[in-house]
């Protein structure tokens, strides 16, 4: 290796729990299986809160949803009750690895890793990813590659498919024409040049698990047979490793090849309806009778001059506390802001399910989780379940505990164990212990020769780098 520059892959498959692809669909997986026989790998833990934005923005920057100020897929902005906004690459704090190389000369081909977009400007390529707006302009930089891209997936590139939604023909259909044209565009812009870094994104596992769980997972709450969709994740993840293998059979020998996951999944067992919790309990109060059920909170008639907190819907409930001098009616004193978060801290804790067991609910205040604390933080976030039961941020249903989605058809959550496997010339093969996706990005960086910025929060993995070289080597 004396001489060589290095060079990395990077494939991030979105959701993937180290279960599925370490035994359950590897049969499924031949090249994948190979891959494995040559690789370290292990479970990649996950961040606060274990979601696709921020957790790869964590994994790249090498720094904590709370440093980046990246709570989620939407934040409430300052200083309003219900406008909120989606990250964009501009807004993140720190650089992430392909900006730092950018900087340093090395040419780099980011594709869909989030957030991204608009896409940032690189020393090289990069295209947009799952969040890009239908219709969006210039969805990659260059802007000049578009119509390559979409030649290469054969006349429209798809960005994402609408999953929460009952029509899965139309979601297996597209979901399966995505990965194919995303793995296409792969490896036409592989043939390129020879990239420092290389890396791609693949929603696709985490629209499977989310659309169609429940027909392949006979101990699914909610568990359906069915003739085509008890099949379909075994096809998915055989068409997965055949559109991988077919890249990396362009991928010479002395490329360092990283296969992850931001997080991983789980069946998801209902709703716990926060706000309906905190009505019941007096922190949320109404003017007259409360909506109907599934009403949009912002839509309600709440009385702020009586409501102390709400709460928004997603994968962990995210609660805000109507601070005076905060919020455009706030009557919360900001002195007692900690007596209000140690009482809900208690309360939430106590609630049980309706057949008698608990919950689960385990709140944390974010400046304990986060070495710094920027952007638009909820006051408190809380998990319920160990993350198998969602947050319901609608209103309306006059009761704690739903089967379903709030917001539409969903059948899986997310996990905190992601997953690593790490192929390198002469480097360690089998089982590794688990590690931190906020060492990647340090080790990343190590790996293409790039000193460390003293911002990171993770550190580089020893056994992932390269032997130190002999005296005269």
Known sequence: MTGTRPRVVVLGLDSV?????????????????????RAR????RSTDPPITVPAWAVMFTGVDPGTLGIYGFRHRRAGTYFETY???????????????LSRSGHRVAVLGMPPGFPPPRVNGLYLSDFLTPEGARDPVWPPALWPEIEKAAGGQYRFDVTFRAEDRDRIARELFEMTRGRWA?????????????????EIGPDRLHHAFWKYFDPAHPRH???AEFSGIADR???LLDAEIGAFLDQVGPEVTILLASDHGSQAMDGCFCINEWLADRGYLVYRGDRPPAGTQLDRAAIDWSRTRAWGAGGYYARLFFNV???????????????????????????????DGTPLGARAHRPQDLYRELRGDAPDLMVYFGDLRCRSAGTVGYRKWFLTENDTGPDDSVHSFEGFYAVVRPDGPVGPGPERSILDVAPTLLRWLGEPLPAHLQGVPIGEWLPPPVAPGG
């Open 324 to 354: 005076r001098g905060r919020e455009p009616e706030g009557i919360v004193a900001p002195e007692e802001v900690h007596a209000l978060e140690a009482e809900l801290i208690r309360e939430l804790a106590s609630v049980r399910r309706g």
């Open 86 to 100: 989606s990250p964009t690459p501009a807004m993140l704090p720190r650089p992430a690895v392909w900006d730092l």
């Open 224 to 226: 359906e047979a069915h």
């Open 41 to 44: 790998f292990g479970t990649l």
């Open 185 to 201: 565009v792969a490896r036409e812009l592989w043939r390129r040049e020879p990239w420092d870094l290389f890396a791609v994104h």
């Open 17 to 37: 729990p180290p279960e599925f692809l370490f035994r359950r669909f590897r049969p499924r997986m031949p090249r994948m299986d190979g891959l494995l026989k």
């Open 236 to 238: 998915y993840y055989a």
